[in-house]
């Protein structure tokens, strides 16, 4: 089975409705409020959706992916898996990347995490404060709908841009056709890992290469994980170097 990565709108523009509260809609499924001071970037057509503060200090794009019946996340378990692959191989590869919360909630129809954590923009030599924000539903045709909400602010950011971000993601909203309960029967495969991985994968991947970032391995300061000798970073439950083969080194990472 394979994990299919959708981009779902297929017109060059879409029509936009702005309710008196401030919210705004996109491809007839999903809502936020625009906070004062933030516009959605004209050419926004289609996935992901970019929001920006006018004064460009920061910034949100608004992911979706579809995740398959066959490969679905069938309990908060698996889902807590595939975040800690999440945050392992993708956030910690970041320039200078620190993880400084992970958070996450159940209800009857979603489940969503919240990774706060920063990063370093080698380019302009700035620390770059993050909010990912994952919010999965379960559609009544069997697969389940991945909304990715990553918010992006940079150093010196006033406090009420970043309070902006944290609001404008905890009101967001799906409106579309759901399950009453997120999860459903469980199967025998472990292709979520790997789906829910790749989904977040390619969430990163294109940030990254919009913002031409030159990728290198960062260390983190978290006493879950040891450096090998060659430069890699690798997490406490791996005997191995998963980049050379060496044995796990006694010392943690500090």
């Known amino acids: 089975m394979r994990f299919l990565?959708?981009?779902?709108?297929?017109?060059?523009?879409?029509?936009?409705s702005v309710a008196a509260s401030g919210f705004i809609e996109l491809s007839d499924e999903i809502r936020i409020p625009l906070a004062d001071g933030w516009h959605l970037v004209s050419d926004s057509a289609d996935y992901p959706y970019q929001i920006v503060r006018d004064d460009q200090s920061a910034e949100?794009?608004?992911?979706?992916?579809?995740i398959e019946a066959e490969e679905a996340v069938n309990n908060e378990q698996e889902l807590k898996l595939s975040v800690d692959e999440v945050i392992n191989d993708v956030i910690l590869s970041l320039p200078d990347a620190q993880l400084l919360t992970n958070t996450g909630r159940f209800d009857q129809n979603r489940v969503w995490f919240d990774l706060d954590f920063v990063s370093r923009d080698e380019d302009s030599d700035t620390q770059i404060r993050h909010r990912l924000k994952g919010i999965l539903y379960r559609h009544p045709d069997g697969y389940q709908l991945l909304f990715s909400i990553w918010a992006k602010a940079a150093e010196g950011a006033s406090a009420s841009a970043l309070y902006e971000m944290r609001l404008m993601q905890e009101e967001f909203s799906y409106i579309g056709d759901a399950e009453s309960r997120i999860f459903g029967v469980s199967n025998t495969y472990d292709w979520y890992l790997i789906g829910f991985l790749f989904a977040?994968?390619?969430v990163m991947l294109f940030v990254l290469k919009r913002r031409r970032e030159r990728e290198r391995i960062a260390f983190s300061d978290e006493a879950n994980f040891w450096r090998c000798s060659c430069g890699r970073l690798n997490h406490n439950e791996f005997a191995n170097c998963r980049r050379c083969g060496r044995p796990k080194q006694t010392e943690t990472v500090s």
């Open 5 to 16: 990565w959708a981009l779902v709108a297929v017109f060059l523009s879409l029509p936009l």
């Open 60 to 66: 949100i794009l608004i992911f979706k992916s579809i």
């Open 200 to 202: 977040v994968l390619i």
